[in-house]
């Protein structure tokens, strides 16, 4: 109990300030000392070379991550103007694209009106040779009318219907 006594007598706001104090002191003899051996004497210690080499780690690490930093910008820059360029090659590929389809599209029209031309040549040459004869072959009824067909899905249409079909409706089969 007697212990407990004297520890309660302590005066602690006392103690921690004279253990500040000592530290204190402490550090600045450390201090003093790593001048005075460094600095002036040029005398390295074990602590200090530790301390020049953690220096120059941290510096190299800096370092390093700048030039990683300008690395990355420069890469995301570059990214950037690639990107740009794609976006113009395509738009390019498209507009060459769709002028080759509307080129496409303006032959398959004159291929169309072209085959649709040589499909009536063909009707009228059938209905002048047979309009007068009365009467075709099987063979000669189903050419004329498969190029009937042909003509009318291809959109023809005119005087074929209203003059050269009723006749070669009426047309006699000869066997």
């Not at 390019?92 to 085959?115: F, G, H, S, W």
């Not at 009365?134 to 000669?140: F, M, P, V």
């Amino acid at each position: 109990m007697e212990a407990v006594t004297e520890a309660l007598k302590i005066d602690y706001a006392a103690l921690v300030i004279s253990i500040c104090i000592i530290l204190s002191g402490v550090k600045s003899v450390t201090s003093l000392l790593e001048w005075l051996l460094i600095e002036k004497l040029g005398i390295e210690t074990k602590w200090a070379r530790k301390k020049k080499k953690e220096h120059l780690l941290l510096v190299k690490t800096v370092q390093h991550l700048e030039e990683l930093q300008k690395t990355h910008t420069e890469d995301v820059h570059q990214s950037i103007r690639h990107d740009e360029i794609i976006k113009n090659d395509l738009a390019n590929l498209t507009e060459t694209v769709n002028n080759i389809a509307k080129t496409l599209e303006y032959m398959q029209e004159k291929e169309n009106e072209t085959k649709l031309k040589e499909l009536k040549g063909s009707l009228i040459r059938y209905y002048n040779r047979y309009k007068n004869s009365g009467g075709w072959t099987e063979l000669e009824k189903d050419a004329f009318w498969d190029l009937f067909g042909d003509y009318e899905k291809r959109g023809g249409d005119g005087y074929i219907h209203t003059i050269v079909e009723p006749v070669m409706r009426e047309l006699k089969e000869i066997k």
